[in-house]
């Protein structure tokens, strides 16, 4: 224990304070919720209502009861027009200070002696706490305990969680609440629903609460509950539990490795789960999910029989996520037969990206197919690539693959100001291409249109035909 010298001026003012708490010392003993006649904070108002003289109250530094005692001890104490050294008492939530003259404990005198500051009080009865026989829930002007394990009222909740400036709302069905969004779990004090705590929540919900409890253990008076996958819960969420109270995981982590835990659980039991609802067999469960019919049945041939999949929504997007890992690739070459596979690995993005950018390469594919033009250098290569994407895409996508194009050569710069031309738009790096250049553009025209709107056969000529211009 260590002792400070206090000033003389803040030695007086700590004595009138004592003082004034002694004179009624039953303001000192909280309220109990259990009002049972074996309670010791019953017997404590007992015994100190018996008390006619303030006098009297030194008698009790003799009693063998720490509270008492120390009560008796602390008014000795103040006695003591010499005293000017205090003990400072270190805790997780500041320093208090007390006056000692005798053998009480020093965390039951820094209570009896703090009585104003609702967190410090508390240590007052914490010989009773730590025995079992009280919880105490201090708050504010909220100041009761338990001898029965009794939850406090809604009102200590919302004390404290006023006192830790932590901001909360009443939902629609009255409960209270703190945070937003969509998975979210209640807490519970001695199993009676206390708060309903939210996954957007970034600080620690229960931390701030068990500031202002005094308990023999705190993971024992608390619980959890969970509105989705009550069935897949395991021993890990113990020690899940365990880091949340100890204050190592905020609201949000705690959910999140919840959910995590629980997710894995059902997908090893083989569940097909989507939000709360458990269905039946995969079929049912596709069913819900609005991809295509060929996505659904290379799904159903590639995924690993008996593993189960979780997601929150309804959605393609969720469900490609949750899948994709494991049968992404195998689902994607189903899709698009025709692409190759190197390129299809190189794709990013998310599933639905992917899935897009395949699509949009496998029918470039085929019309690259259907026109069978054979390029002969790099300037035939560039006119072959801009006929797909016109026929593709359009004018938009043509532009787009100019607007890309990094050109050096003259010849490739004459078949990007035939398609300008004929597009009718405006380059801003026509000033790079030669007047041969565009000169050769030009003469590239007539044989383009075609390339771009005959048929296969007639866009095979067209385009052996430019050989004339193209080296």
């Known amino acids: 224990m260590k002792y400070k010298r206090e000033s003389k001026e803040k030695n007086l003012s700590r004595v009138r304070e004592i003082e004034k708490s002694l004179e009624n010392p039953l303001s000192l003993i909280p309220q109990c919720l259990d009002d ?81 500051n609702d967190i410090f009080r508390m240590l007052a009865f914490s010989r009773d706490v730590l025995s079992g026989k ?17 939850a406090p009222e809604r009102d200590f909740i919302e004390k404290a969680l006023s006192e830790e400036r932590i901001l909360f709302h009443t939902n629609q069905s009255g409960e209270l609440c703190t945070g937003q969004g969509e998975e979210s779990f209640t807490l519970n004090i001695f199993n009676i629903p206390m708060v309903r705590i939210y996954s957007g929540s970034k600080t620690s919900t229960v931390l701030a609460i068990l500031k202002h409890i005094l308990t023999q253990d705190p993971e024992k008076m608390l619980s959890y509950s969970f509105e989705n996958l009550n069935g897949y819960m395991s021993k890990k969420e113990r020690d899940i539990f365990h880091r949340y109270v100890s204050g190592e995981l905020r609201d949000s982590e705690f959910i999140d490795e919840i959910m995590k835990e629980r997710i894995k659980n059902a997908r090893i039991s083989g569940k097909y789960i989507i939000g709360k609802n458990v269905y ?6 596709l069913s819900e999910i609005p991809v295509d019919q060929d996505v659904k049945d290379l799904f159903k041939k590639t995924w690993k029989q008996g593993e189960g999949i979780y997601i ?53 594919e085929k019309i690259r197919k259907s026109l069978d033009l054979k390029p002969w250098s ?7 690539d801009l006929a797909v994407a016109f026929r593709h895409g359009g004018m938009d996508e043509v532009m787009e693959k100019i607007q890309a194009s990094r050109l050096t050569d003259q010849d490739s710069m004459a078949v990007q100001h035939a398609f300008i031309s004929i ?14 250049g565009k000169l050769k553009g030009e003469m590239l025209v007539p044989y383009v249109k075609v390339i771009l ?14 050989a004339k211009f193209l080296r």
């Not at 039946?280 to 469960?285: K, N, Q, T, Y």
């Not at 790099?378 to 072959?384: D, E, G, K, T, V």
């Open 36 to 116: 049972s006649i074996f309670c010791p904070l019953s017997s404590y108002r007992k015994k100190l209502s018996g008390i006619k003289e303030r006098e009297d109250l030194e008698k009790l530094s003799r009693s063998k009861d720490e509270f008492l005692r120390g009560i008796g001890e602390t008014f000795r104490a103040i006695k003591d027009e010499e005293i000017s050294f205090s003990g400072l008492l270190k805790t997780p939530h500041g320093s208090a200070t007390f006056y000692k003259k005798g053998d009480t404990d020093q965390y039951v005198l820094a209570g009896i002696q703090n009585s104003g």
């Open 378 to 384: 790099q300037p035939s290569a560039y006119l072959y």
């Open 453 to 466: 709107n005959g048929t296969p056969d007639e866009a095979k000529k067209a385009f052996a035909e430019t």
């Open 280 to 285: 039946g067999g995969i079929d049912e469960f």
């Open 423 to 436: 597009l009718g738009k405006g380059d801003s790096s026509s000033w790079m291409v030669s007047s041969d």
């Open 312 to 364: 929150e929504t309804p959605t393609a997007r969720k469900f490609l996520e949750a899948v994709w890992d494991d049968v992404g690739e195998t689902i994607i070459a189903g899709m698009f037969p025709h692409v190759n596979p190197e390129e299809l690995h190189s794709l990013k993005g998310n599933p639905a990206e992917i899935i897009e950018k395949a699509r949009k390469m496998e029918e470039v």
């Open 134 to 150: 009280l919880t105490i829930y201090s708050a504010g002007d909220y100041y009761k305990g338990s001898c029965k394990r009794s």
